[in-house]
């Protein structure tokens, strides 16, 4: 994160003002404008100060004769002083009792998603991290034409993942069943990982040699979990917000930036890609315009927490442009964080 210098308090108080009248009205704030807010100096003392949190790298000045608008860095100062003032928000009972009765881990995410890009106005996302730790349920093997199996695989919380294999051999439908029974019996409630190595391990055990059946379905399994590695999964809600506020705040160079942001998503995984640094800090984090590592990211703000429960990890957030609310994101992003681990850790029922 970008460091940004320390402020005497009334500086401090003034610079806070300035970002939130510029968030709520995205004009450029004039000094007389803030003489009128009761801070109890002149228009030309505040005019020094401005020029001061200029010469410091926290506001600019758009236009020669405009009033001053935060930059990155004047964003940064203003969200650790929230960060440090924060008290604990509270989620709406209603908002929770509806991710109890979502089902799923994975209706939970989609769900909180929803519920993110409605408290927040923003692009709301939640994330279940592929995780080695993620549970083998079962396997199934459909045959298809000319020789070649499509491997169905159930695995935590009802994920389905599937690919078409072609086998080194033939095998008839009464094989592919009893290799699916072998596995199912064998492995469920394991996890993926112990089961890949498992897996590999036995074709190298000398007993193999003498169980055709069990040679045939650990052969079929290792190609089975051959590149099958568990992808996140994500749910991303509110995109049509985020282009309302690309059009109306700059038409044309902050368009042109969500579309690709847009088209990112529809790559999910390159979208997990894009927040990696955001989503794999423990707790709270805000990175803000150009402290994004990624060039395509410079023009967002991403609010984030993580979540960690019942072996389940993974984070929420909302991104949206860097002019953005971040106390009410910070309040809703937090919340709901907080209520996941509570709904994983004790279901309904």
Not at 18 to 44: C, D, K, M, N, T
Not at 127 to 132: R, T
Not at 240 to 264: C, G, H, N, W
Request: aromatic residues 6%; glycine residues 6%.
């Amino acid at each position: 994160m970008a460091r940004h210098p320390e402020l005497p308090e009334r500086d401090r108080r003034i610079l806070g003002a300035l970002v939130q009248a510029y968030i709520e009205h995205g004009e450029p704030v004039s000094s007389l404008w803030l003489a009128s807010r009761g801070f109890g100096v002149s228009s030309a003392t505040l005019r020094n100060i401005m020029a001061r949190l200029e010469d410091q790298g926290l506001v600019k000045q758009p236009h020669t004769s405009a009033g001053r608008v935060p930059t990155d860095l004047g964003y940064r100062l203003y969200v650790d002083v929230l960060l440090s003032d924060r008290r604990v928000a509270r989620l709406a009972p209603q908002v929770e009792e509806r991710l109890r009765k979502a089902g799923t881990v994975e209706d939970v995410l989609s769900h909180a998603s929803h519920e993110i890009s409605r408290a927040s106005h923003q692009l709301g996302f939640a994330i279940g991290a592929a995780a080695e730790d993620t549970t083998f349920e079962h396997v199934d093997f459909v045959p298809l034409e000319a020789g070649k199996v499509l491997v169905v695989l159930v695995s935590t919380g009802g994920h389905l993942s599937h690919k078409a294999i072609e086998p080194a051999e033939p095998y008839t439908s009464a094989e592919l069943q009893q290799a699916a029974n072998y596995l199912n019996t064998e492995f469920k409630g394991q996890s993926l990982s112990n089961v890949r190595q498992t897996i590999v391990d036995r074709l190298h055990e000398e007993r193999t040699l003498y169980d055709e059946l069990m040679a045939r379905a650990l052969r079929l399994a290792s190609s089975t979990f051959e590149g099958l590695d568990p992808h996140p999964c994500i749910y991303i809600q509110g995109t049509s917000l985020l282009l309302d506020i690309a059009t109306a705040d700059d038409p044309e160079t902050t368009l042109a930036t969500m579309k690709t942001l847009v088209r990112m998503m529809e790559e999910k995984t390159r979208f997990v890609q894009l927040l990696d640094d955001c989503i794999t800090g423990a707790g709270l984090t805000v990175v803000i315009g150009t402290e994004h590592n990624d060039p395509e990211l410079q023009r967002f703000s991403v609010v984030t927490s993580t979540y960690s429960s019942a072996g389940h990890n993974g984070a929420v957030g909302v991104i949206g442009p860097t002019r953005m609310r971040y106390s009410r994101a910070i309040d809703v992003v937090a919340s709901l964080s907080r209520a996941i681990d509570r709904v994983l850790d004790k279901p309904e029922g």
